[in-house]
Nanobody
Framework: QVQLVESGGDLVQPGGSLRLSCTTSGINFSLYIMGWYRQVPGKQRELVASITSGAGTKYTDSVKGRFTISRDNAKNTVYLQMNSLRPEDTAVYYC???????????WGKGTQVTVSS
């Protein structure tokens, strides 16, 4: 039973910071590509950041310089550090895991991030 559980979503003011966590079970975590996606109602789910088993990272342009994805293989956990948050970052954030590109993607249930004053 593959399980991905996100935590850390909250209401935060513009310019603030949050750290999201995703703890996994049922997978050989160190071998998996991990990702963070976000989705707003009525819009397609967007890949925000990804990190490979070798710790190579990729970010969507709108978060470059503000967000950092990292992984702790000993804890089977991937993180998303979000700084300088903007209202347009408001979304449900989902954790993902896949053994390789084009493979099945496992999803968490999501955690709400709201950036508002």
């Amino acid at each position: 039973q593959v399980q991905l559980v996100e935590s850390g979503g909250d209401l935060v003011q513009p310019g603030g910071s949050l750290r999201l966590s995703c703890t996994t079970s049922g997978i050989n975590f160190s071998l998996y590509i991990m990702g963070w996606y976000r989705q707003v109602p009525g819009k397609q789910r967007e890949l925000v950041a990804s990190i490979t088993s070798g710790a190579g990272t990729k970010y969507t342009d709108s978060v470059k310089g503000r967000f950092t994805i990292s992984r702790d293989n000993a804890k089977n956990t991937v993180y998303l550090q979000m700084n300088s948050l903007r209202p347009e970052d408001t979304a449900v954030y989902y954790c993902s895991a896949q053994i390789s590109q084009y493979a099945q993607i496992y999803w968490g249930k999501g955690t709400q991030v709201t950036v508002s004053s």
